[in-house]
């Protein structure tokens, strides 16, 4: 939300500091026996991270009792939430023979209160016309959001889509706009000047590139498999189109200050569906050390 010129006169890193605690649950390894053989879960275990793994094949696999989507290998991936239990369950159902569960520690983590001010008032008390025009937006993205590929970018690391600029929006804050409290942030805001080229962290495919929504401007969706999926919100330009196979570099488009924004800047957000994560706990050891 906070755009390159505001985030350099109120010092928002601060907000940054807070949180780079997280910075040290990823990558996390815990070992589950599994009959004669162990399951190996990856992943940064911790709220608002991941995990991933690979059960025998054929397996049935749930996690908190949702059954989550395998390949034909028996790889899954899931996403935490930013509030996930610190005792998560897994339930791995063999094609033959009988179910076992596990559990596994999660990390919580401590998210700040960021206040927002000089937005529009519309963009905080929109009229009924915005409000049935950004449901209609946000349906579109979360359809966008629906398809379960076997893209292997999500097992991968990521590398940050601008470089050199400050953070200046941290995912899981809580946030009021203009002193009026609304909902947390979803993301990582990257603080950038007007057309500075956005890159592509990881491998995937163009879902969404929708042009001028209400809340999110110009916004890009990347599918990067097995539904887990990255966002690109406020662009003062758009470099692709639906449907588009990316590679990690490929440039996406120009940060800007589109939606309800303040400045120019990014806002960066990961999603296995529509559940929001942390995208700081996807980068490797290196780009997180750019932050």
């Not at 057309?195 to 401007?217: E, H």
Request: aromatic share 10%; charged share 20%.
């Amino acid at each position: 939300m906070l755009g390159y010129k505001e985030n350099h006169e109120k010092k928002q890193l601060n907000i940054h500091a807070r949180t780079l605690k997280a910075f040290f649950f990823a990558v996390a390894l815990c070992l589950l026996p599994f009959g004669a053989q162990a399951i190996e879960l990856k992943g940064a275990l911790t709220q608002g991270g991941y995990v991933y793994g690979k059960a025998p094949a054929g397996s049935e696999v749930y996690l908190e009792g949702k059954r989550l989507k395998t390949d034909a290998n028996g790889n899954f991936f899931a996403g935490l939430n930013r509030h996930f239990t610190t005792v998560g369950e897994l339930k791995i159902k063999p094609p033959k023979g009988e179910a076992e569960t596990h559990t596994f520690m999660v990390t919580p983590q401590d998210y700040p209160v960021q206040h927002i001010k000089g937005v529009s008032n519309k963009h905080v008390n929109p009229d009924p016309k915005q409000v049935e025009r950004s449901r209609k937006e946000a349906a579109a993205i979360r359809k966008s959001r629906s398809f379960f590929t076997e893209e292997p970018a999500a097992f991968n690391r990521f590398v940050l889509p601008i470089k050199g600029y400050p953070v200046s929006g941290v995912y899981g804050s809580s946030r009021t706009y203009n002193g009026e409290e609304r909902s947390w942030h979803k993301g990582l805001d990257l603080a950038a000047p007007s057309g500075t080229p956005i890159y592509a962290p990881a491998d995937g495919i163009v879902r969404a590139a929708l042009a001028d929504t209400f809340f999110n401007g110009n916004i890009i969706v990347l599918d990067h498999g097995y539904g887990l999926f990255s966002i690109y919100a406020h662009l003062r330009h758009m470099a692709v189109t639906e449907g588009t196979k990316i590679r990690q570099g490929d440039v996406l488009g120009e940060v800007g200050t589109t939606g309800r924004s303040t400045g120019p800047h990014l806002h960066w957000g990961l999603y296995w569906h529509n559940i929001a994560l942390d995208p700081k706990l996807f980068l490797t050891d290196n780009e997180r050390n750019e932050l």
